[in-house]
T-cell receptor, first 113, second 115 residues
Framework: GESVGLHLPTLSVQEGDNSIINCAYS??????FIWYKQESGKGPQFIID?????DKRQGQRVTVLLNKTVKHLSLQIAATQPGDSAVYFC????????????FGQGTTLQVKP | DADVTQTPRNRITKTGKRIMLECSQT?????MYWYRQDPGLGLRLIYY???????NKGEISDGYSVSRQAQAKFSLSLESAIPNQTALYFC??????????????FGPGTRLTVL
């Protein structure tokens, strides 16, 4: 079956440092991935996505890297700020035209002042 | 105002009770989804609906039912709540059409506790 997973449940970084959150997926046929941010008391919010025909995609302070060879993707946050503290999930679209998202377990990012 | 709203935000109930969680969206989306989130786990899909007449089971539909009363409303029911249904429940909506990768917009969640 399909599954996605994250390497670490918690990541603690100093404010201003760069953060890297990792995710491994199992379905080599997956062709679209999304990173979500979930703040306390809120639903997940879209951060950035990447399709399998790309290795890298950049947004504002965020970069997603995709390594299809080892089925791994990562989210890099530059100059981490206190407002970045949240749980981060990677998700992939499942097979078929269902729009079904398969979520990983989540990494809690803690930003120390 | 929020585009996807859920009521109630918090609910405590007893084993065996029937519970309904409601979701409304003002985005005009055709697709709506119900997810469940447990501590340490990602969201898991319970049910999804492509339109009012198209409702499908997700990966963990046992013990749940849904109703798509209108394009904007999608409710989730627990016919006879049990303690292991204690979780955070999220509703989401997305545009329809032929697009496979339509972004899902999530509500704020409902925290349900079954005693």
């Amino acid at each position: 079956g399909e599954s996605v997973g994250l390497h670490l449940p918690t990541l603690s970084v100093q404010e201003g440092d760069n953060s890297i959150i990792n995710c491994a997926y199992s379905n080599s046929a997956s062709d679209y991935f999304i990173w979500y941010k979930q703040e306390s008391g809120k639903g997940p919010q879209f951060i950035i996505d990447i399709r399998s025909n790309m290795d890298k995609r950049q947004g504002q302070r965020v970069t997603v890297l995709l390594n299809k060879t080892v089925k791994h993707l990562s989210l890099q946050i530059a100059a981490t700020q206190p407002g970045d503290s949240a749980v981060y999930f990677c998700a992939e679209f499942g097979s078929g035209n269902t729009g079904k998202l398969i979520f990983g377990q989540g990494t809690t990012l803690q930003v120390k002042p | 105002d929020a585009d996807v709203t859920q009521t109630p935000r918090n609910r405590i109930t007893k084993t065996g009770k029937r519970i309904m969680l409601e979701c409304s969206q003002t985005k005009g989306h055709d697709r709506m989804y119900w997810y469940r989130q447990d501590p340490g786990l990602g969201l898991r899909l319970i049910y999804y609906s492509f339109d009012v007449k198209d409702i499908n089971k997700g990966e963990i539909s046992d013990g749940y039912s849904v109703s798509r009363q209108a394009q904007a409303k999608f409710s989730l029911s627990l016919e006879s709540a049990i303690p292991n249904q204690t979780a955070l429940y999220f509703c989401a909506s997305a545009v329809g059409g032929s697009g496979r990768y339509n972004e899902q917009f999530f509500g704020p969640g409902t925290r349900l506790t079954v005693l």
